[in-house]
């Protein structure tokens, strides 16, 4: 089964190539492409001469690439016609994904902001 | 009517892996459905990890006086770790390679590899647990914490569950061989062991790295 061949309909998720070359050569290429990632995430959190503030944006964006990277040389995701079942699950997880993060930490830092106690009355251990 | 040449004989449709009986507009064959439907499962277990990461987020703050981030997380260990699991992964997909080609040696060394990084990524987290339960951190001591161990933690019985799936594979491919539903098994593992090496990029980004920036 190869992603290539028209009469097939689907592939499955993380489905090895046909070819034992170009799936060895897909691993080494994410292999080495998400350890790159990875040290640029490190040496990005350890340095001083980037924008403070930009830092954290900056390590979020690292490693959305790098799961990218994952999905595209491990588990074999692609754009190919044969992978639209895949592809559409995985654009609906994504959004369930978003919309429980952001939606909770925007909502929890506003009721945080907006409902600000007494330090004392919040503080749990000091209510006995 | 000649059989066989000129009418495809029931069934085989999709490289004629497996017998449906319901030609091109029936369901597709097993080898696809199956691992279709652990992948669905996966989306579905990053969608609990995103509650735990939400719930992290908010509460990263909430330390009651404790420990803090900046003070519990060693960058060195979480490197080693972070290295040990994505090279599990790729050995993992090496596993794979050589099992599509029915390479019984190959296969297994590469699962036992796999395995044994999964080992040592564990047994890093295993003693950072206790070493932070040791100082007094530990997850009743705040809500920080309590939302640490849950996080982490449960990745961390993904990947205990994930080793006894890779044993359990190995001793299987051994005694049955590399049969179809093996196959199809050893399929849906290693989706399952590349999916926990992507919710681990996200961990060792949001918990370590933003939590040990100065």
């Known amino acids: ?128 | 009517m000649t059989a066989g040449t000129e009418a495809p004989a029931i069934g085989l449709t999709h490289g004629g892996s497996e017998d449906t009986g319901l030609g091109h507009r029936g369901p597709e064959s097993k080898s696809i459905v199956v691992p279709y439907g652990f992948w669905l499962f996966v989306l579905s277990d990053m969608v609990l990890f995103s509650a735990l990461f939400a719930t992290y987020a908010s509460l990263v703050n909430a330390t009651d006086g404790g420990p803090t981030t900046n003070q519990l997380f060693d960058r060195n260990l979480v490197a080693i770790e972070t290295i040990a699991l994505l090279i599990s992964s790729f050995t993992c997909g090496l596993a794979m390679i050589a099992a599509k080609r029915r390479n019984m040696t190959w296969t297994q060394v590469w699962l036992v590899v796999t395995g044994v990084l999964g080992l040592v990524f564990l047994a890093i987290e295993l003693y950072e647990f206790a070493h932070m339960i040791g100082e007094g951190a530990g997850p009743q001591r705040s809500a920080f914490l309590s939302s640490f161990f849950t996080l982490v933690g449960c990745h961390g019985a993904h990947v205990t569950a994930g080793l006894l799936w890779i044993g359990t594979m190995m001793a299987q491919i051994w005694a049955k061989g590399f049969r179809q539903d093996i196959m199809r098994r050893l399929l849906c593992l290693s989706v399952f062991w590349h999916a926990l090496d992507i919710i681990w990029v996200a961990i060792f980004t949001i918990v370590y790295l933003i939590g040990t920036l100065p």
């Open chain 1, 1 to 128: 089964m190869t992603e290539h061949d028209p009469e097939l309909l689907n592939v499955a998720p993380g489905q090895p190539h046909d070819s034992m070359l170009s799936e060895t050569i897909s691993y080494v290429i994410g292999l080495g492409l998400a350890l790159l990632l990875t040290g640029v995430s490190f040496w990005v959190a350890s340095t001083s001469t980037l924008w403070g503030p930009g830092v954290a944006v900056g390590l979020v964006v690292l490693a959305i690439a790098q799961m990218g990277v994952h999905l595209v040389f491990f588990l074999h995701i692609t754009s190919g016609p044969d992978n639209t079942n895949n592809v559409l699950a995985l654009a609906f997880g994504v959004m369930i994904v978003f919309l429980v993060m952001i939606g909770t930490i925007w909502i929890m830092a506003h009721m945080d902001a907006n409902m600000a106690m007494d330090p004392a009355l919040t503080n749990l251990q000091m209510q006995h």
